[in-house]
């Protein structure tokens, strides 16, 4: 089966380091043009400075993948779909959850494939902890989600501007694997959120979730920038059963009352692509916004804390 053409729209470092590699790598997509600010390509393909002048100039492409900073996703992706492509979003979908229900409508609307991808949701380890979950239930889930920016984001500014999310750029990974997991729908009861003074996206944030179920589990979620050493993506997690779970490497690996259970690859793009083939061979849209739900709701409920300037 010959591949299918895809644009990419923003080549950032998320996009250096996962999207292009696996599409090359892959058997179902053929990078063939880029829309690039700065002027940067790739493999020679055609680049454009906007995605208009992409739409004109190359009318067959009729797939893309919009890897942008969140704050400009919303009205580059409406632009695509309204220009008749199919459209893959990085995370976070949107900033903000009444732009991420207008592209779910507009998409629809279009009768075009949107693909909200998860990339943390996409490993083994986690489709297991939620079928134990689902089997023995839940008495606690601790997330610890931790890392230096500087390592991580290094010299991006416009994680600190507004609608850059901050901290939950990252945190939302865990989020997003929070959701997957839990057999019923968890909610933000309480957030504390770390500002540093001069920047307007927290770069640490503690929440505590509850839950229409009658038990009550004990969910909380440790998000912090300012790690030093190791990263720390991993969940302690408490069957109601009993068990002991542990899932670590950022949702790679899973260990069960202490012995591995499973641990893959580092794959999640791989298989963020391939699931988008299905989606579009099949024409359906996959749109959770949950994960964004709950950083909102943090955002909502949280209180403001402020620590010393963050620099470089």
């Known amino acids: ?105 507009f998409a629809a609307a279009k009768g ?23 089997k023995h239930g839940v008495g606690s889930v601790k997330i610890e989600w931790r890392e230096d920016v500087k390592k991580w984001h290094p010299g991006q500014e416009w994680i600190w501007e507004p609608g850059g999310f901050g901290v939950f750029d990252p945190g939302i990974n865990a989020l997003s694997i929070f959701v997957k997991i839990l057999p019923f729908a968890p909610f933000v009861k309480a ?51 009993g068990h002991k779970l542990r899932l670590y490497k950022g949702g790679a690996a899973l260990e069960v009352d202490g012995k591995l259970a499973v641990e893959a690859p580092s794959e999640e793009y791989e298989r963020i692509y391939a699931h988008f083939a299905q989606l579009l061979a099949s024409g359906q849209s996959d749109v959770d916004g949950s994960p964004l739900r709950l950083v909102a709701d943090a955002m909502l409920v949280g209180r403001r804390d402020v620590t010393e300037a963050f620099v470089w």
């Open 1 to 105: 089966m010959a591949k299918q053409k895809i644009a990419i729209i923003g080549l950032g470092k998320i996009t250096q380091d996962q999207h292009l590699p696996v599409i090359d790598k892959g058997n179902d997509f053929e990078v063939a043009a880029v829309v690039s600010q700065r002027g940067l390509s790739h493999n020679g393909v055609p680049s454009f400075k906007t995605a208009a002048d992409l739409y004109a100039a190359m009318p067959e492409i009729g797939i893309v993948s919009v890897n942008t900073p969140p704050d400009v996703r919303h009205a580059i992706a409406r632009e695509a779909l309204e220009a008749g492509k199919h459209v893959l979003l990085e995370k976070p979908p949107a900033a903000t959850l009444a732009e991420f229900e207008d592209l779910k409508a």
């Open 112 to 134: 075009k494939v949107l693909f909200a991808t998860w990339h943390s949701q996409f490993n083994p380890a986690v489709d297991e902890a939620k079928a134990l979950l689902a």
């Open 191 to 241: 957030a504390t959120l770390t500002y540093p003074e001069n920047r307007q996206t927290p770069i640490a944030a503690k929440l505590t979730f509850g839950s229409a179920e009658a038990a009550q589990p004990t969910l909380t979620a440790d998000f912090d920038w300012r790690e030093q050493g190791d990263e720390k993506w991993h969940m302690t997690i408490e069957a109601a059963a």
